[in-house]
């Protein structure tokens, strides 16, 4: 048997490898039949862009198989969606995401990252931007083979820096843009993780937390389906439409405003009655967030999708209007067949390689369940549509495991505090008999948070009375040691400090490997 399973591995692993092959083949073909050809392109022109092409599908395809594990990777791992569902979603909801609202972040990526300015020579701006796509694709899939979870984002921005100092200079760098990005590096895992906390702390407090789950949850959970709705449907009012006709930002608000109270109204009573089917418990008010939590995922998917098609085609657009236009238009719109190249790179990355990391996100990190799930796919979805609306460039693996771990900690600490409640409660119950406690503890555990409040405070006023006497239940070692166990159980500090590493050395090995390989590809093609 497990000689069966190794050969059944090396075929997948084959076939991955040939499908890979096929569409970087397929991807120069369709470059040298739409932005290769042309008049008054010279052999060399031709063949940089079908080179620049397939290099750029590449790192699209890394992309995909990398970065959209943390968008499927909750619902995959809380039970909402099986694998192949999952990757079906994704790859349509990305490619939609890439083509239709991808534009104002390439733009950044385009000439946001170094001076256009200083670099005369169209030719030697069409070599940095090469040297970098491929730095950045190389890097990517060296960290994705070996597991390693860092930022696309971070990446390919790194390595245009790299390049562009190896071909100008230090000055060639634009640092009041490198500062801002750098800035959002760090608020993005925040925001993600607080707001994710929030959304899950919410929904503790209105729903799970009170006697008649199944009722609070008819009322909640529309809401947040709404609500998620409004974020959805004000993004393609803002982003979406914009090729076709400008709208406002206080019109598209407003108008997602009007989509969010609409869907509210058609799902309040669907919700209501499979509401009345579930059991009065967590794992019933889990079911009710299936389908919130899929459309969550996707919607997270399209906003991955118009945010992070720049890392691979940002680039492929410098160079293809360097050598088409022979200057450096960094302003001008960015061709649809690049917007289309980029889109499918994403979805075949995804479809090839994908499962792995989706597996990891979803299982490794911390223990999801579908309420965690949909707390992190609409907290990574909303901090993604504002970065993406700000033209701002953010990493979404900062924002999505920033958001799992906002999770995973806040479950921390409410795991901590109730084990000192508990602890409260064994104390005031000192001398008495054991399943007297035991049952106050049932009582304690499904009573709402006033209830909660009022026997909390009962039994620290008993726990006080005997404390003279007897003394506390457990001593100030036993506790801190109690505490210290939950941390260890619920968030992993490993894959902290590996996250953490990775995402400090993906920029400075980026901006080095680009650096090298200008350098080989200018002596090259000079």
């Not at 030697?124 to 970098?132: E, I």
């Not at 729903?207 to 809401?223: F, G």
């Not at 061709?335 to 490794?364: F, N």
């Not at 409260?424 to 304690?444: K, P």
């Amino acid at each position: 048997m497990p000689k069966k399973n190794k050969f059944l591995a090396r075929h997948q692993e084959l076939l991955q490898l040939s499908g890979a092959i096929a569409f970087l083949v397929l991807t120069g073909v369709y470059a040298s039949l739409t932005g290769a050809s042309g008049a008054g392109l010279s052999t060399s022109a031709v063949w940089l862009l079908i080179v620049a092409a397939a290099v750029g599908a590449y790192m699209a395809m890394n992309i995909g198989a990398n970065d959209v594990a943390n968008n499927m990777g909750p619902a995959v791992g809380s039970g909402a969606m099986t694998m192949g569902w999952a990757i079906a979603v994704a790859a349509i909801f990305e490619a939609l995401g890439a083509i239709v609202a991808g534009g104002d972040v390439v733009g950044t990526i385009k000439g946001g990252i170094i001076d256009p300015a200083e670099i005369s020579d169209p030719a030697l701006f069409a070599w940095v931007m090469f040297a970098a796509l491929l730095a950045g694709a190389l890097w990517l899939n060296l960290a994705t083979a070996l597991g390693a979870p860092v930022s696309t984002t971070h990446s390919i921005i790194g390595a245009v820096m790299g390049a562009g100092i190896a071909a100008g200079g230090w000055g060639l760098v634009n640092w009041a843009t490198i500062s801002s990005i750098v800035v959002s590096w760090i608020i993005s895992p925040l925001s993600g993780g607080l707001i994710a906390a929030a959304f899950l702390y919410l929904i503790k407090r209105s729903v799970t937390y009170k006697s008649d789950k199944t009722e609070a949850a008819s009322r909640v959970v529309p809401l947040l389906i709404g609500g998620m709705a409004w974020s959805y449907g004000s993004y393609m009012l803002l982003k979406g439409l914009g090729q076709l006709v400008k709208v406002g930002f206080v019109t598209g608000i407003l108008g997602g405003l009007v989509i969010g109270v609409v869907t509210w109204a058609l799902v309040r009573r669907p919700i209501a009655r499979m509401a009345q089917h579930q059991d009065n418990s967590k794992d019933g008010v889990n079911r009710l967030f299936t389908w919130p939590l899929i459309c969550s995922a996707a919607l997270l998917s399209f906003a991955h999708g118009a945010n992070d098609v720049a890392n691979a085609i940002g680039p492929l657009a410098a160079i293809y209007e360097a050598v088409k236009a022979g200057a450096i238009a960094t302003k001008a719109g960015t061709p649809m067949w690049i917007m289309v190249l980029g889109a499918l790179g994403l979805s075949v990355g995804l479809a090839l390689y994908g499962a792995r990391l989706i597996r990891t996100v979803g299982k490794e990190i911390t223990e999801l369940d579908n309420i965690r799930a949909f707390s992190i796919a609409m907290a990574a979805t909303l901090t993604v549509i504002v970065a993406s609306q700000l033209g701002m460039p953010v990493s979404t693996t900062h924002i999505s495991i920033g958001a799992v771990f906002g999770v995973g900690f806040l479950r921390e600490l409410l795991k901590v505090n109730y084990a000192k409640m508990e602890a409260t409660v064994r104390a005031g119950h000192q001398g008495a008999d054991r399943n007297e406690v035991e049952g106050y503890l049932q009582r304690f555990e499904v009573a709402e948070v006033q209830e909660k409040k009022r026997m909390l405070a009962e039994m620290k006023r008993r726990a006080k009375l005997r404390e003279a006497s007897d003394g506390a239940l457990f001593a100030k070692n036993e506790r801190k040691a109690f505490k210290k166990a939950y941390k260890q159980e619920i968030v992993k500090r490993s894959a902290v400090m590996r996250i953490v590493a990775a995402w400090i050395v993906t920029v400075p090995a980026t901006a080095v490997l680009a650096a090298v390989l200008f350098h080989i590809v200018r002596a090259v093609l000079a």
